[in-house]
T-cell receptor
Framework: NAGVTQTPKFQVLKTGQSMTLQCAQD?????MYWYRQDPGMGLRLIYY???????DKGEVPNGYNVSRLNKREFSLRLESAAPSQTSVYFC?????????????FGSGTRLTVV | EDQVTQSPEALRLQEGESSSLNCSYT??????LFWYRQDPGKGPEFLFT???AGEEKEKERLKATLTKKESFLHITAPKPEDSATYLC??????????????FGKGTKLSVIP
């Protein structure tokens, strides 16, 4: 099915380790986003990419970096994982920035940092 | 700062018992208000976008309405398969956060057979 694919689905890291979360969409969307979801906090934007070649910070960017590899792929990197980064991470895409036609979300990556 | 408050946090309904979920928002100009459904272990699934006060949209047993300060998601004769967390989000019209959806914390709906 068309949509947003995230890998891996689950990951356990030790404090200080690094990893990259991968995201790919096959809907020819221009804009892509990374959110984190924590209990009692709601979804919060980490970074977004309005179009290929551009990236910008969202509400909670500290400790993360992103790469818009091409129009389809948008990766999120944790350089030195901390327990505070334990969360569920969602990638999303939309036809245009702001996504008034609706964002399409992936199924998430559940990350635990010990 | 844009804010979205959803109530109640949790709602238990008997099958067939209609009710409404509330989303109150403050935003400096509204480009759009979104409703999403999220099942456990999955990403949010888009339901509706509302753009202006007075607008209504329907999908099966769900009907979303919008005023200048709040939105309601009405659920008519719910079924157990409607059980999920319903998320509300706003997109501001302009400014530094105009690309950023602000989400509420959600209402967890349980429909009991």
């Amino acid at each position: 099915n068309a949509g947003v694919t995230q890998t891996p689905k689950f990951q356990v890291l030790k404090t200080g380790q690094s990893m990259t979360l991968q995201c790919a969409q096959d809907m020819n969307h221009n804009s892509m986003y990374w959110y984190r979801q924590d209990p009692g906090m709601g979804l919060r934007l980490i970074y977004y990419s309005a179009s290929e070649g551009t990236t910008d910070k969202g509400e909670v960017p500290n400790g993360y970096n992103v790469s818009r590899l091409n129009k389809r792929e948008f990766s999120l990197r944790l350089e030195s994982a901390a327990p505070s980064q334990t969360s569920v991470y969602f990638c999303a895409s939309s036809e245009m920035t702001g996504g008034t036609y609706g964002y399409t979300f992936g199924s998430g990556t559940r990350l635990t940092v010990v | 700062e844009d804010q979205v408050t959803q109530s109640p946090e949790a709602l238990r309904l008997q099958e067939g018992e209609s009710s409404s979920l509330n989303c109150s928002y403050t935003v400096s100009g509204l480009r759009g208000l979104f409703w999403y459904r999220q099942d456990p272990g999955k990403g949010p699934e888009f339901l509706f976008t509302l753009y202006s006060a007075g607008e209504e949209k329907e999908k099966e047993r769900l009907k979303a309405t919008l005023t200048k300060k709040e939105s309601f998601l009405h659920i008519t004769a719910p079924k157990p398969e409607d059980s999920a967390t319903y998320l509300c989000a706003v997109l501001p019209l302009a400014g530094a956060g105009s690309y950023q959806l602000t989400f509420g914390k959600g209402t967890k709906l349980s429909v009991i057979p």
